[in-house]
């Protein structure tokens, strides 16, 4: 050999235990990025949350040509959000649609929450 002696079993342990330290460091800052990132991405889901406009009450329903008006739905109907094709409306502007035979939604049934009953 070169001469150099073998470790003795205190060396080894202390060389072990420096490099499991640095380890340890390494993965305690790759932990505390993964941290941040999610505190990150809650403060902006949180911040999203309180930015979005309130949803309106009621929705109107428009037909493919945009014309005619098919269904009245309430703010948070589930179909509505599906279609694609509503527009928010006024609580007057719902129950005159509804008035002049405007089918209201079976699922949601603005009729009932407006009050008006056949």
Do not use: K
């Not at 991405?41 to 109107?60: A, F, K």
């Not at 109907?77 to 089918?103: F, H, I, K, M, Y």
Request: with cysteine; aromatic share 6%.
């Amino acid at each position: 050999m070169s001469g150099q002696e073998p470790l003795s079993r205190l060396d080894a342990l202390r060389f072990i235990r420096r490099v499991v330290e640095q380890q340890a460091v390494r993965q305690l800052r790759l932990i505390d990025g993964w941290i941040a990132d999610e505190e990150r991405r809650e403060t902006e889901r949180r911040q999203g949350e309180e930015r979005r406009p309130t949803p309106p009450d009621w929705l109107v329903q428009y037909g493919l040509n945009h014309g005619n008006v098919d269904a009245v739905h309430t703010g948070d109907c589930w179909t509505a959000a599906q279609s694609g094709r509503c527009r928010p409306a006024t609580r007057q502007q719902a129950v005159d649609a509804l008035r002049r035979q405007v089918p209201p939604c079976i699922h949601c049934r603005p009729d009932t929450a407006l009050g008006i009953f056949d």
